[in-house]
């Protein structure tokens, strides 16, 4: 085998998962095995109109409509898998016209430049995935560009229900339309959970307007308490769909630190002390560095600040009155703590409390 050639024969088995260990990083999808979950540790969350909800890193659900399903990372997964992402249907719901349901996944234009869409030289790729339903027919999703002009509504077929199915789409790359090939979204992927006819539109071709499914492809949302998992996405470079890239937990990690970091103590223990100075008599202030370099500069939110402690010494303690994002860049942050009666310039610890937690959100 000439060097530098990988034989992807003796690396695939049945299940999708690479046979010979870690071989690199052709998956486009980041966290495509659901395994990390660094907002809500698994538990359920509700996909609303106001934001777009995370219920695994990366992946986040959309919705015209409120409390019509909920979303979480589960351990309900095919062989070769640990996790998988779970959508429950909370009512029997008809979706309007205008109405969108589904779980996507934006990749980084820096991640997606060599592609090439938009010039001649498009490439195909290949999306791949594991997914089981209690319903049955052909749902659908769709692949698109970040100012949603141009789309794509793929088609698939899930055959029986309650299994587990493996699931293929190859894409001709787009010679058409603006693709941005920077830190803002290069492509979007979309799986529809129920989708209207205004969002919906033909399998199998590009077209120049946004579209989130296929028409007539299946409604999650339509059956109450109907359920969908998927696990194992993949996109690649190809016309083929080869064996799940699987890379270690720390590098999965990291790349999802790139667009959201949390800050937190797990289990309700102890710890998670920064050290800080007192900037004024009525403020304390932190400094820190972030574990990966975000996408852009981050949002914060954090718990409230009766959820941490000042310790000041020989001062004693205080509960801070606000917590807030004083200054930050993509690699560092400064966080402001209110308190009273503090002495310039000295030193002190804060502690956070088993529900604190520190968010940066740099997400897509």
Known sequence: ??????????????????????????????????????????????PNTSVDVFPCDRFAVQASQNSKCTAQQVTTAPTGFKNSLKITSSSSFSVGVNDYFDIYQKIEGYNFADMAFGTASAATFTLSFWVQSSLTGTFGGSVYNNAFNRSYPFSYTINSANTWEYKTVTIAGDQSGTWTTDNTC?????????????????????????????????????????????????????????????????AELAMCQRYYE???????????????????????QVFGSFQVTKRTTPTFTSASASNYTLYLGTAGTQTPSSVTLDAAN????????????????????????GSGYYAFNAEL
């Open 1 to 46: 085998m000439p060097y530098g050639t990988v034989n992807a024969d003796l690396m695939t088995t049945s299940d999708g998962v690479s046979s010979s260990g870690l071989y690199g990083y052709k998956n486009r999808i980041i966290n495509g095995a659901m395994v990390i979950d660094q907002r809500n540790a698994g538990a359920s969350v509700s």
């Open 186 to 250: 290069g492509l979007g992927v979309g799986f529809g959970l129920g989708v209207g006819t205004n969002y919906s539109g033909t399998s199998g071709a590009w077209t120049g307007s946004g579209k989130f499914a296929p028409t007539g492809a299946t409604s999650v949302v339509g059956t109450n308490g109907a359920t969908f998992y998927i696990t194992g996405v993949q996109l690649e470079k190809g016309s083929t769909a080869t064996s799940f890239d699987y890379r270690p937990y720390s």
């Open 262 to 284: 949390v800050l937190k103590t797990y289990d309700g223990a102890a710890g998670a002390s920064l050290f800080g100075f007192a900037a004024s008599t009525t403020s304390a």
């Open 330 to 353: 993509a690699n560092v942050y400064a966080l402001g703590f209110g308190a009273t009666s503090l002495t310039l310039n000295s030193g002190f610890k804060i502690y956070m409390n």
